[in-house]
Nanobody, 116 residues
Framework: QVQLVESGGGLVQPGGSLRLSCAAS????????MSWYRQAPGKERELVAF????????NYADSVKGRFTISRDNAKNTVYLQMNNLKPEGTAVYYC?????????WGQGTQVTVSS
């Protein structure tokens, strides 16, 4: 069955960095676009970044452009989110998702807290 397992979250000070990982199994990973979403307390879930399956093209929310980088390793069936210069408003549960806009599988989420 399809599984998406996130890791790498934690507590970080403003300006710090974290790298999230999402290990995928149960499907042909290289054939699917992958995305990262986040949900802050009291707010709706929002798209942070996605990466295509075809050519690895990426796209980012305006709020994270220049600070976050999404990448994938098809040999390891893993998608990553490198987050630099984190801000307190980045505090949220971060979710990995197969595909971008289509209703599909989600991971369980990993908590990122940005606080001094």
């Amino acid at each position: 069955q399809v599984q998406l397992v996130e890791s790498g979250g934690g507590l970080v000070q403003p300006g710090g960095s974290l790298r999230l990982s999402c290990a995928a199994s149960g499907f042909t990973f290289s054939s699917y676009g992958m995305s990262w979403y986040r949900q802050a307390p009291g707010k709706e879930r929002e798209l942070v970044a996605f990466i295509t399956s075809s050519d690895g093209s990426t796209n980012y929310a305006d709020s994270v452009k220049g600070r976050f980088t999404i990448s994938r390793d098809n040999a390891k069936n893993t998608v990553y989110l490198q987050m630099n210069n984190l801000k307190p408003e980045g505090t949220a549960v971060y979710y990995c998702k197969r595909r971008v806009w289509t209703d599909d599988y989600w991971g369980q989420g990993t908590q990122v807290t940005v606080s001094s």
